[in-house]
């Protein structure tokens, strides 16, 4: 009776087992696919991975272009893809020495060092004739093609932004485009800059490749066929036409690397259009740090003494302004002995020198009357809003052309009102310090807005979004003349007083009388609160000055003994001159 027991309960454990792994085949074949286990692995995607060599010429992923229609994040160039289980001794490999003007020897190293399909690693550049000589023998598993790749991440990385694999987001966002097969779970997605911003157009619709299918041990399965798979929709990828010049991204990088800027960057405006033309950040990062990306051009800082204008436009307009008044700028906003003895000055002077107790003393006069005239005023100039492109783009309600840009503040919104009432309070507000702050973007959009006449208007980034063939899907307008601008007679003081700091002698920017032309500017040095020797250190300006073509703003975040600030912008400056003048020829 105990043995028939055993018996039966042995066989419901064994039927329980081959139920279990009955289930279990179950689910693998036939339940769970696409999301096998806690970590949802796509069974069909990985059994065809395993059993696929495949060479990607295209990723499916749209590109940018820069304002003339040259490539920003990818390169396209001729390569010879080589399938190595493919070859044979029946190869012509002479004829490819001769079309590539390489020795057989080391065409056939390069082969056999392979495992999976690649490119032919080549010293010089495939010309499209040798690609044609190339395809013209016809070679099984030897194709020479047009392959893009994407850039290296250091040129312009702040605001073209990098891409990478996210199968959450993938799952969250695309999803119906998961289900479509159109994109896997290993297809790439910005993670920043306008990579992320532009992702909905940018994200692919299905690679193009070279694709032959192998057994266990590598060996082709179905003969020497190898399969090209390209997108069925001929208009894709899109495009993104962006408003910068490559020409002049390229001479702000260098610039910035030439001074070893270490923390900060500079943004460049063309101010008719009030498009972007240059946008650099530093440090940049790569693709250990992607996570860490901070595009300071678009995050605020600590202005300084570039905050002055804000105060000095409102002193005007509320005509305060008197011209046989002079302040002790001898002394500082604490009423003591100031480290930079400038004397007695009057309004001009104290702007173009820079000093702290004119504008201080202004500030109070002010506020007596007016407590919140400052905000007024920095919100009259942009500073205090999101100065890059905004606006409705089919189903996005706040489609924007710059990630994660931030506002401008007066005050920390965590303390109280009465902490900015004291007159100490109300003087460090006025020249830029204690909780003021403003993005740089917002500060060079500023200059643009003065040297224009007034009329504030949003940065475009883009131009357009276009198909493959070049028709246009989405066009991007000027949003310009929203905010209340300042009167004429004030935005022409504002420029002589700008002119003034750099053509006065004793002005702070004096350094740029060298250039060719006229600049118009102000400096800025802002203590950071990280030591008694670290500063933002700041030019903002336009150029030339007697017909403003470009506002340039550069800053220097670990300034600390040397000024690199103004010896930058000159640099860029000049260059931008010489990039504008050849391209007008």
């Known amino acids: 009776m105990l043995s028939r027991k055993r018996t039966i309960a042995a066989g419901v454990i064994i039927l329980l087992f081959i139920f279990g792994l009955i289930y279990r085949l ?33 990723d499916g992923r749209g590109y940018f272009l820069d304002r003339n229609g040259e490539l920003l994040s990818t390169d396209v160039k001729p390569q010879i893809v080589v399938f190595p289980n493919l070859y044979t001794r029946d190869w012509p490999v002479d004829a490819i020495s001769e079309i590539l003007q390489l020795p057989s020897q080391r065409i056939e190293n390069m082969i056999f060092s392979m495992e999976k399909p690649a490119a032919l690693l080549l010293l010089k550049e495939l010309t499209l004739q040798q690609m044609n000589q190339i395809n013209e023998l016809e070679i099984p ?7 893009t790749k994407r850039k290296p991440l250091p040129f312009a990385n702040h605001i073209i932004g990098a891409v990478g694999e996210d199968p959450d987001l993938i799952k969250q966002k695309y999803k119906d485009k998961l289900e479509k097969g159109t994109v896997s779970t290993s297809t790439k997605t910005g993670k920043n800059g306008m990579q992320y911003t532009f992702d909905p157009f940018l994200i692919s619709e299905g ?22 798979r390209a997108q069925t929709n001929p208009l894709y990828p899109l495009h993104v036409k962006t408003t910068i010049d490559k020409r002049m991204q390229e001479a702000v990088e260098k ?27 530093r440090p940049v990062f790569n693709s250990e740090t992607i996570y860490e990306h901070e595009n300071k051009m678009t995050t605020h800082q600590i ?33 003591k002995e100031d480290e930079r003895k400038l004397g007695m000055l009057n309004f001009e002077q104290s702007f173009s020198q820079s000093c702290n107790k004119t504008f201080g003393d202004l500030a109070n006069e002010m506020a007596a009357e007016d407590n919140n005239f400052i905000e007024e005023y920095a919100s009259k100039l942009g500073l205090l809003d999101l100065n890059g492109w905004r606006g409705q783009v089919y189903h996005f309600d706040n489609f924007s052309h710059f990630y994660q840009e931030e506002r401008g503040q007066i005050r920390n919104p965590n303390k109280k009102i009465r902490d900015y009432q004291s007159r100490l309070a109300i003087s460090q507000t006025a020249i830029g310090q204690l909780d003021v702050k403003m993005t740089p973007l917002a500060a060079a959009n500023m200059m643009a807005t003065i040297a224009r006449g007034g009329t504030w208007s949003e940065v475009k980034a883009a131009k357009s979004v276009n198909f493959a063939n070049g028709t246009e899907l989405v066009e991007f307008k000027e949003h310009k003349g929203k905010k209340e601008s300042l009167s004429p007679y004030t935005i022409m003081r504002l420029q002589s007083l700008l002119v003034n700091t750099v ?10 009388q060298s250039l060719p032309f006229q600049v118009a500017g ?64």
């Not at 696919?33 to 995607?45: A, D, G, M, Q, Y």
């Not at 800053?555 to 040397?562: G, I, L, R």
């Open 207 to 228: 690679e193009t490749q070279f694709i032959y299918h192998v057994d266990r041990q590598g060996n082709p399965l179905f003969g020497l066929d190898v399969k090209y």
């Open 26 to 58: 179950a689910d693998i074949q036939l339940i769970s696919t696409k999301s096998f286990s806690k970590n949802n692995v796509n069974l069909i995607e990985e059994s065809v991975n395993q059993r696929t060599h495949r060479f990607t010429i295209n």
């Open 303 to 335: 202005p300084g003494s570039i905050f002055k204008i804000v105060t000095a436009a409102a002193a005007i307009e509320k005509n305060k302004i008197q011209n046989d008044k002079l302040y002790d700028c001898n002394l500082n906003i604490y009423g």
């Open 255 to 281: 610039y910035l690397s030439n001074h070893q800027v270490e923390a900060g960057g500079a943004v460049l405006l063309d101010i008719e259009s009030n498009e972007l033309l240059a946008l650099a950040s």
């Open 503 to 512: 053509k006065d002698e004793n002005g702070t920017g004096h350094t740029l």
């Open 141 to 147: 598993g030897l194709y020479a093609q047009l392959v």
């Open 522 to 585: 102000k400096t800025g040095t802002a203590q950071k609160g990280e030591g008694a020797n670290v500063y933002n250190k700041w030019f903002a300006g336009y150029f030339p000055a007697d017909n403003p073509k470009f506002a340039l703003v550069v800053v220097d975040m670990k300034y600390d003994t040397e000024n690199r600030t103004t010896s930058v912008y000159a640099d860029i400056a000049k260059a931008v001159m010489e990039i504008s003048d050849s391209q007008q020829e």
